[in-house]
């Protein structure tokens, strides 16, 4: 045997049945043979002599040097006892030999499992191989500048799947040591080839999630990776969709509504919401939520600058709003006299900056999204009322407001639901509600200086009652409860 012969190395036996379209692969078995690997000084000094030709290093691996003097490394295999054409590694200096050794040394593991190296990620492989994490974040990206998420959505969407899907290994129901045995369940999701994804891997995905009592979390997640999977199918990237017939098999949210207090509970929540350690700026966020209706993410975002004091009105952006430009513009929230005193006394505490609500300990960041949430829970009132639940007091004491006007045989609704949904900045999407534009200013600002005159009553009633004995223990929110 000359000296030239390439000495691959033996591929590994392997217990997984291999594949009809890969018969063996390796080396050739009688032609294997070891040589010592190439020094640096080998691989730099190697000159062009006019003609293209070899410096072997080990394990079918060699370096290709020019007619001009380019060097490239390759890997010489074969499949079913043919020898195949070389696969390129990478081109040197870019690629170093310990590099190159690297990529060998996994495209003969590769190839002992029954798969084909060029169907595998390479810097210079014939086929680029797409991965689930790249994948997804080209969606996401797409998807955010086209649907023109806000930035908290948008990162709340990323983070699902960087917590949910990218770092996770599924097992498709194998025993630790037959996973062993599969080379792409060793990896995490994300690292997978986005087409290896099967229904089964989506479903076990997601019922991961469902294991730790998110169901609606499970349901969006499917959604999420379900739409990954049609933007490729529209770009002719691939054929099927692992997240489309899954949704049967997910466990179905019971729906209740937000827990709430009634507002004959309103003077009692005063008075824990007074006696409670809080910071101040927090007891005051819960009594702006009171006192404008607002959604915590939209008020927690608040700067000062969104406030006018002269017309009374604190004006959020469409952008910051739940709805963004689906909705009407700009929301405008009538300040009762109530609203007016909760801002002032917020003012001289956080006037001197943009924001309405800082954090404590990040310069420049507002309040997290779970303050407000873990005061409530603070306070005692767990499974007893929410954010949204505090928010929601308002609408249906409004809605169950009744007058009596003479001649009339029954007591008539005080407000109108048209306007409370308005305040509540509700989109009504039927057709009507489509080219309706109206903001009920006028009665919108009647409907919050009435509220406000209630909440005012109910303050005052609180101060006449006894201190809590003991203040509840206080707790954190889960954390897939804290997001309003």
């Known amino acids: 045997m000359s000296q030239d012969t390439p000495g691959p190395l033996t591929a590994p036996a392997v217990s997984a049945p291999v594949p009809s379209r890969v018969v ?21 000094g190697a000159k062009p002599t006019g003609k293209g030709y070899k410096l072997y290093d080990g394990g079918g691996l060699y370096l290709f040097v020019t007619a001009k003097g380019a060097k490239s490394w390759r890997l010489k295999y074969y499949v079913g006892g043919q020898e ?23 495209a003969l593991t590769l190839l002992a499992e029954g798969s084909d190296p060029r169907e595998w990620d390479n810097e210079e492989s014939l086929k680029k191989v797409r991965l689930f994490e790249a994948v997804a974040r080209e969606w996401w ?36 040591s037959e996973v062993d045995g599969d080379r792409l369940l060793k990896l995490p999701v994300g690292e997978w080839p986005f087409d290896k994804l099967t229904p089964p891997d989506v479903l076990e995905i997601c019922k991961n999630v469902e294991a730790r009592g998110s169901l609606d979390a499970a349901r969006d997640l499917r959604s999420r990776i379900g739409m990954i999977f049609q933007r490729e199918q529209a770009l002719g990237r691939c ?76 004006r959020i952006p469409s952008a910051q709003m739940k709805n963004g430009d ?34 404590r300990s990040e310069p420049g960041a507002p309040i997290s999204d779970g303050t407000w ?51 509540l900045d509700h989109v009504d999407h039927t057709v009507s509600g489509v080219y309706n534009r109206a903001e009920y200013m006028e009665p919108r600002r009647a409907l919050m200086n009435w509220w406000g005159q209630k909440v005012q009553q109910a303050r005052a009633l609180a101060k006449t009652l006894p201190p809590p004995t003991q203040q509840p223990k ?3 929110a889960p954390a897939w409860s804290v997001v309003d």
Not at 86 to 104: C, D, E, I, N, Q
Not at 146 to 168: C, H, K, N, T
Not at 342 to 357: E, K, Q
């Open 373 to 423: 949430l873990n005061a409530l829970y603070g306070m005692g009132y767990r499974n007893k009322t929410t954010v949204h639940g505090v928010r929601a007091l308002g609408s249906t004491t409004a809605n169950e407001a009744h007058v009596t006007v003479p001649g009339v045989p029954v007591p008539v609704k005080m407000w109108e639901s048209r306007w409370i949904d308005r305040q």
């Open 24 to 44: 063996v692969s390796g080396p050739h078995p009688r032609k294997e043979r070891r040589f010592g690997s190439l020094s640096d000084f080998q691989i730099r």
């Open 239 to 314: 054929s099927i969709n692992p997240a489309e017939n899954i949704v049967p098999l997910l466990a179905k949210p019971q729906r209740t509504n937000h827990a709430t207090i009634t507002y004959d509970e309103l003077p009692t929540f005063f008075c824990r919401l007074d006696a409670a350690p809080l910071v101040a700026t927090t007891s005051l966020g819960i009594e702006a939520i009171i006192a404008t209706w607002l959604r915590s993410t939209e008020l927690r975002l608040a700067l000062w600058s969104w406030l006018n004091w002269e017309l009374r009105e604190l």
């Open 474 to 476: 206080r707790g954190k």
């Open 326 to 359: 689906r909705g009407k513009g700009d929301h405008i929230v009538p300040l009762s006299d109530y609203g007016i005193d909760v801002f002032r006394r917020l003012f001289a505490i956080t006037g001197h900056g943009d924001i309405m609500f800082p954090h």
């Open 84 to 106: 195949q054409s070389p696969l390129t590694l990478g081109l040197y200096p870019h690629v170093g030999a310990k590099l190159a050794r690297t990529r060998r040394d996994k």
């Open 141 to 176: 990206a797409a998807r955010k500048a086209s649907e023109r998420w806000d930035e908290g959505y948008a990162v709340q969407v990323m983070s699902q799947l960087e917590r949910d899907v990218f770092p996770i290994k599924v097992t498709r129901g194998l025993h630790a």
